[in-house]
T-cell receptor, first 114, second 113 residues
Framework: KAGVTQTPRYLIKTRGQQVTLSCSPI?????VSWYQQTPGQGLQFLFE???????NKGNFPGRFSGRQFSNSRSEMNVSTLELGDSALYLC?????????????FGDGTRLSIL | AQTVTQSQPEMSVQEAETVTLSCTYD???????LFWYKQPPSRQMILVIR??????QNATENRFSVNFQKAAKSFSLKISDSQLGDAAMYFC??????????FGAGTRLTVKP
């Protein structure tokens, strides 16, 4: 069974641009969560989707948005990029509620802002 | 707000020995989940062990076990018979029903041969 797939693995952007990251969950998983990992702030929750609905959102500005498609694949979009958005963005999927079912993480997308 | 604290930025253990990583958390919830994740240099987060707060019995997964003290809000991870492959960043995480998972700052574990 294929794991959680995140694309691209690496991305370089400049300030002011926008970016879209993709996450394909494990087949059959309906919940997808996104996290930002930085050396300074550690791992921070961005949002979680289940059956195309955003169920929960972390404390990030509106520049960060996401969506989930009917096949459970999810995208995360960051607009008007800032230097501080440089981070590893991790996606995790689970069958149902992340607490009831274990979350499986992808390898992440390393985003660098120049 | 729920916070997770890992007070040990770095830990070291000799191969085949036992090491305990500490984690405390703050919450007003009665039902929640606690996790330990491992992140090797390959950067993929791997679930090590999971504990449901309503269960008094400590979770165990092979060489990994936890000491869950609900009243003290403590959730430590014990790794027995440490192996070189155990070297990684270990993150303690908390999750309540609102699905907002909170992570600690992590503990970097080094295993010496």
């Amino acid at each position: 069974k294929a794991g959680v797939t995140q694309t691209p693995r690496y991305l370089i952007k400049t300030r002011g641009q926008q970016v879209t990251l993709s996450c394909s969950p494990i087949s059959g998983h309906r919940s997808v969560s996104w996290y930002q990992q930085t050396p300074g702030q550690g791992l921070q929750f961005l949002f979680e989707y289940f059956s195309e609905t955003q169920r929960n959102k972390g404390n990030f500005p509106g520049r960060f948005s996401g969506r989930q498609f009917s096949n459970s694949r999810s995208e995360m979009n960051v607009s008007t990029l800032e230097l501080g958005d440089s981070a590893l963005y991790l996606c995790a999927s689970s069958l149902g509620l992340p607490g009831n079912q274990p979350q499986h993480f992808g390898d992440g997308t390393r985003l660098s802002i120049l | 707000a729920q916070t997770v604290t890992q007070s040990q930025p770095e830990m070291s253990v000799q191969e085949a020995e036992t090491v305990t990583l500490s984690c405390t958390y703050d919450t007003s919830e009665s039902d929640y989940y606690l996790f330990w994740y491992k992140q090797p240099p390959s950067r993929q987060m791997i679930l090590v062990i999971r504990q449901e707060a309503y269960k008094q019995q400590n979770a165990t997964e092979n060489r990994f076990s936890v000491n869950f003290q609900k009243a003290a809000k403590s959730f430590s991870l014990k790794i027995s018979d440490s192996q070189l492959g155990d070297a990684a960043m270990y993150f303690c995480a908390y999750l309540a029903d609102n699905n907002d998972m909170r992570f600690g700052a992590g503990t970097r574990l080094t295993v010496k041969p």
